[in-house]
């Protein structure tokens, strides 16, 4: 189980969009550390798409965004693409010294 | 190019050892401290170890604290991680990624254990 917890998936028609919950607690997200989104592909190693909470790396579309709010963080993807289509993870740092992800969204692009 | 890559998977049998190292290229390594990241099948990712650029600092997840050791090699710009008292439950696809203060901004493409008999 999880530390933050995510659907476990989300799905929209191109073009539309969609927002991935990240849920967690006072002792990370709710103790002020930040939250990053990370995007999976199969065979790939994890890519970062949002750093602090709301930071694109360069790079990455400006489709994708992220905000937080007490304990939870959110990624939102507009204008939906077939590439979109992959597993996104939160993840955190928790006050017991550890990083901390989500349990993975898979986003379906119908 | 920045780049990493993991090597020193395989299968190994419940109980056994393994050794996993993590080549880097491409950045200042002896600048930035490193983590350990594995995703067992069907499952989602989940922080192994970290160590800090010094080897000063070092942290475990529960779930392999006292069966894995994290170290480095500045010098040869190498993680390792040194697996002991394996079980199926260490079965995973295992990624060394850099630290950017408390997210992961590079990531190796992984290497795949699997504990069986």
């Known amino acids: 189980q999880s530390v933050l917890t995510q659907p476990p998936s989300v799905s929209g028609a191109p073009g539309q969009r969609v927002t991935i919950s990240c849920s967690g607690s006072?002792?990370?997200?709710?103790?002020?550390?930040?939250v990053h989104w990370y995007q999976h592909l199969p065979g790939a190693g994890p890519r970062v798409l949002i750093f602090?909470?709301?930071y694109r790396p360069s790079g990455v579309p400006d489709r994708f965004s992220g905000s937080k709010s007490g304990t939870s963080a959110f990624l939102a993807i507009s204008g939906l693409q077939a590439e979109d289509e992959a597993e996104y993870y939160c993840q955190s740092f928790d006050t017991s010294l550890r990083w901390v992800f989500g349990g993975g969204t898979r986003l379906t692009v119908l | 190019e920045v780049q990493l890559v993991e090597s020193g998977g395989g299968l190994v049998k419940p109980g056994g050892s393994l050794r996993l190292s993590c080549a880097a290229s491409?950045?200042?390594?002896?600048?930035?401290?490193m983590n350990w990241v594995r995703q067992a099948p069907g499952k989602g990712l989940e922080w192994v170890s970290s160590?800090?650029?010094?080897?000063?600092?070092?942290f475990y997840a529960d779930s392999v604290k006292g069966r894995f050791t994290i170290s480095r090699d500045n010098a040869k710009n190498s993680l390792f991680l040194q697996m002991g008292s394996l079980s199926a439950e260490d079965t995973a696809v295992y990624y060394c990624?850099?630290?950017?203060?408390?997210?992961?901004?590079?990531w190796g493409k992984g290497t795949t254990v699997t504990v069986s008999s």
């Open positions: 491409g950045f200042a390594f002896d600048d930035i401290s």
């Open positions: 990624a850099s630290n950017e203060g408390y997210y992961m901004n590079i």
């Open positions: 602090r909470n709301s």
């Open positions: 006072s002792s990370n997200i709710g103790a002020d550390y930040d």
């Open positions: 160590i800090s650029r010094s080897s000063d600092y070092i």
